[in-house]
């Protein structure tokens, strides 16, 4: 059973910057990726990022990539999102997800077993 805690959302301007930490319990954290996913109202859970275990690799939808970098310290068993430049269109429920079953699909929530509470980000423009 593994436990997820988001934190860090909040209102920005358009063109500034927020910062979410999802806090990991349970299983061992270093094992398995860790991804970021987003719901805007009235659309569908979309994929943001994605993380190995071991921090080596990171994948980004399009939307975000060079804006957003997700990272992770298996010491405290954090993964975070930095999130730059942001648009109105960046608003959202953003929720972390943890993935122990590495024959899962990295981009769809199908693919991940454990979710977080969410933690919501508004982008005024």
């Known amino acids: 059973q593994v436990q997820l805690v988001e934190s860090g959302g909040g209102l920005v301007q358009a063109g500034g910057s927020l910062r979410l930490s999802c806090a990991a319990s349970g299983g061992t954290f270093r094992s398995y990726a860790m991804g970021w996913f987003r719901q805007a109202p009235g659309k569908e859970r979309e994929f943001v990022a994605r993380?190995?275990?071991?921090?080596?690799?990171?994948y980004y939808s399009e939307s975000v990539k060079g804006r957003f970098t997700i990272f992770r310290d298996n010491a405290k068993n954090t993964v975070g999102l930095q999130m730059n430049s942001l648009k109105p269109e960046d608003t959202a429920v953003y929720y972390c997800?943890?993935?122990?079953?590495?024959?899962?699909?990295?981009?769809?929530?199908?693919?991940?077993?454990?979710w977080g509470q969410g933690t919501q980000v508004t982008v005024s423009s």
């Open positions: 993380i190995v275990g071991s921090g080596g690799i990171r």
């Open positions: 997800a943890a993935d122990l079953s590495p024959s899962g699909s990295r981009y769809n929530p199908s693919g991940y077993n454990y």
